[in-house]
């Protein structure tokens, strides 16, 4: 529980950093662009990340397309001084109670536990995992369901990711 709990603390403060696209441009702490991907590093706590907003978002209710406000939407992956890394989801409003979020890359689906307006990977491995999977494929789709029931899909580009992750990693070594 408490390593779940540091985690989340951990996800929340990169998601707290990670500001919407425009301000994320403009930001000063961010070190680099690769495709379709963003890098931020910061020094107080040391921690550096790559993030996302995707490329096209389906929110639907009872089957049928409908219009929903949500904030920011991005996909984290985080780096800290001896990590391996840690992926996480803002799907921009609050998630249903006792909820997963899943990610399918390349017909390779992860189950991301939810909290709030995040969503995390369960463990150290499972992180690996995952983004050992966006690191070699084309695109990631994000499935949440959030307290209102709407069902939201989030189509994620992949484009980059690589290099970002590995600029993200090297720059908190």
């Given at each position: ?28 702490n961010?070190v ?9 590093a910061a ?15 389906l ?31 803002s ?6 109670p ?16 939810t ?5 995390w990977?369960?463990?150290p491995?499972d992180?690996e ?12 789709v ?17 484009s ?5 992750t590995?600029s993200?990693r090297?720059r908190?070594?």
């Amino acid at each position: 529980m408490i390593t779940t709990t540091l985690r989340g603390m951990g996800a929340s403060l990169v998601l707290i950093a990670g500001l919407g696209t425009a301000v994320a441009q403009e930001s000063s702490n961010v070190v680099a662009t690769e495709g379709d991907w963003t890098v931020f590093a910061a020094d107080n706590p040391r921690e550096c990340w790559a993030v996302s907003p995707p490329k096209s978002t389906l929110n639907t209710r009872d089957g049928q397309p409908t219009e929903v406000t949500r904030g920011d939407i991005r996909l984290y992956v985080a780096y800290r001084p001896g990590s391996n890394g840690e992926v996480s989801f803002s799907g921009g409003y609050p998630f249903a109670p006792d909820s997963t979020v899943e990610v399918d890359v390349g017909g390779r689906t992860f189950n991301l536990f939810t909290e709030g307006e995040s969503a995390w990977t369960g463990s150290p491995s499972d992180d690996e995992a995952m983004i050992a999977a966006l690191r070699g494929g084309s695109s990631a789709v994000v499935t949440g369901r959030s307290a209102r029931g709407t069902t939201t899909k989030d189509t994620f580009s992949l484009s980059g990711i690589t290099a970002a992750t590995n600029s993200a990693r090297e720059r908190c070594q």
